[in-house]
């Protein structure tokens, strides 16, 4: 099984801070790795993908690195849309155990 | 643009089965796998499985099988989910989610249905 780790579970950040969200998988996933941001009431949206690709529409201040099992989601400088809960995703193997348990990033 | 609708909340009773509907357009249906995906009240997401509606084939997650079954209808793009022998740990929002391809990253979500199993 691969076990998607996050840290910090919670994250808070002032408007216009800049938020660095981890994650770890306990073996290689190459860079079969995404990330979801996920609101109150909302379903999850795709932010990243392999690792550092931005998906569709996801603005620049969101970055993505990292690969093997180590992880890294930036964003430059948090608005006030950014605050939710963020998800890191490994589809090297669905059948392994695929989400970490999820970064809250909340206004200090 | 690509839509997942997914049918309305349930309540069910203890041991009862419920069944999910997931209606996709904006695509071709039968090109990209489909997953379901949980998350219980205040929880993270969990993953349930995928299926291929081109095929039919399935892949379930050890955790639900013998007990999920997921199926599709090509003739009207839509998939289904149906949880079995409930219990009140499976209160959850459930969501259908689209693979990018075959099996890779989700691209699109369904809406979520929240199903509360109480007695």
Same mark, same amino acid.
């Given at each position: 099984?691969?076990?998607m780790t996050q840290?910090?579970a919670?994250?808070?950040v002032?408007?216009?801070?800049?938020a660095?969200?981890?994650c770890?998988?306990?073996q290689?996933?190459?860079?079969?790795?995404?990330?979801?941001?996920?609101?109150?009431?909302?379903?999850?949206?795709?932010?990243?993908?392999?690792?550092?690709?931005?998906?569709?529409?996801i603005?620049?201040?969101?970055?993505?690195s990292?690969?093997?099992?180590?992880?890294?989601?930036?964003?430059?400088?948090?608005?006030?849309?950014?605050f939710a809960?963020?998800y890191?995703?490994?589809?090297?193997?669905?059948?392994?155990g695929?989400?970490?348990?999820?970064?809250?990033?909340?206004i200090? | 643009?690509?839509?997942?609708?997914?049918?309305?909340?349930?309540?069910?009773?203890?041991?009862?089965? &419920?069944k &999910?509907?997931?209606?996709a357009?904006?695509?071709?249906?039968?090109?990209?796998?489909?997953?379901?995906?949980?998350?219980?009240?205040?929880?993270g997401?969990?993953?349930?499985g995928?299926?291929n509606?081109?095929?039919?084939?399935?892949?379930?997650?050890q955790?639900?099988?013998?007990r999920v079954?997921?199926?599709?209808?090509?003739s009207?793009?839509?998939?289904?989910?149906?949880?079995?022998?409930?219990?009140?740990?499976?209160?959850?929002?459930?969501?259908?989610?689209?693979?990018?391809?075959?099996?890779?990253? &989700?691209d699109?979500w369904?809406?979520g249905?929240?199903?509360? &199993?109480?007695?």
């Open positions: 099984e691969i076990v840290s910090p919670t994250l808070s002032s408007p216009g801070e800049r660095t969200l981890s770890r998988a306990s290689s996933i190459s860079s079969n790795l995404a990330w979801y941001q996920q609101k109150p009431g909302q379903a999850p949206r795709l932010l990243m993908y392999g690792a550092n690709i931005r998906a569709t529409g603005p620049a201040r969101f970055s993505g990292g690969s093997g099992t180590e992880f890294t989601l930036t964003i430059s400088s948090l608005q006030s849309e950014d809960v963020y890191c995703q490994q589809y090297n193997n669905w059948l392994s695929t989400f970490g348990q999820g970064t809250k990033v909340e200090k | 643009q690509v839509q997942l609708v997914q049918s309305g909340a349930e309540v069910k009773k203890p041991g009862a089965s &419920v &999910v509907s997931c209606k357009s904006g695509y071709t249906f039968i090109g990209y796998y489909m997953h379901w995906v949980r998350q219980a009240p205040g929880q997401l969990e993953w349930m995928w299926i509606p081109n095929s039919g084939g399935t892949n379930y997650a955790k639900f099988q013998g079954t997921m199926t599709r209808d090509t009207i793009s839509t998939a289904y989910m149906e949880l079995s022998r409930l219990a009140s740990d499976d209160t959850a929002v459930y969501y259908c989610a689209r693979d990018h391809g075959a099996v890779a990253y &989700v699109y369904g809406q249905t929240l199903v509360t &199993v109480s007695s």
